[in-house]
């Protein structure tokens, strides 16, 4: 599992009329892929570790067994949403 690299620019939505470059990335079949708000990975209380590193450990884990199931696991096993800030996930697999 590894990071995507970071467009640049303002953050999504952050400014009107906000001009957003084009990234391509050459996906696989079976490849996973996770978009996330904020709030899945970082918390207020800084006892709750390493968050992003968590993410990286479930996704590698799920991507190394794929199935009908791979998505209902990767739900199951992310973090819980924290009670501070909003939390939106959208995992696609490429079809072989």
Same mark, same amino acid.
């Given at each position: 599992a590894e990071e995507l690299p970071l467009p640049r620019g303002v953050l999504l939505g952050a400014?009107?009329?906000a001009r957003y470059p084009v990234v +391509?990335?050459?996906?696989r079949p079976d490849d996973l892929v996770l978009f996330y +708000?904020?709030?899945l990975v970082e918390r207020r209380n800084p006892d709750g570790g390493? #968050?992003?590193d968590r993410v990286l450990r479930t996704l590698a884990?799920?991507?190394a067994e794929p199935g009908e199931l791979t998505l209902k696991r990767l739900r199951d096993? #992310?973090?819980a949403a924290g009670p501070d800030?909003? +939390?939106?996930t959208l995992a696609v697999r490429?079809?072989?």
């Open positions: 400014a009107d009329n +391509t990335v050459q996906l +708000t904020d709030g390493d #968050l992003l884990e799920v991507s096993l #992310l973090p800030d909003d +939390t939106c490429v079809l072989p």
